[in-house]
């Protein structure tokens, strides 16, 4: 049997990973430029999170996979405080992969720690 989807409970995930990866962000720029790669990484993920939840999309399993294929479908990604916009797209390309698998399986949207 499926698990019934719960767009309340994936919204409350996407706000959660957004904190996170601006609290990320904020502990990578304390380690200078070491941190880029770090800061670049919790960057892509705070922009797909957002850009899902500003979108609605979690409100049911087929527009999260929707909007997630069409976010796929970006040639490029832009966001503010991007040090390698190279390593930026792969991390966001990355997010949107893992994000995928979620709203395929309907499952890990229920583990809100900070760290996944």
Known sequence: MAAVWDAAAVRLWLERRIEAARADQVTAERHGRVGHDDCDQAAAE?????????GGASDSQDSLTAALKALQDKDEFIWRGVYDDRKF??????????????AKTNSGFERLGHYQ
């Open 89 to 102: 797209d792969r991390h966001a390309r990355g997010q949107i992969r893992k994000l995928m698998k979620m």
């Open 46 to 54: 705070e922009m797909v999170c957002a850009a899902l939840l500003r």
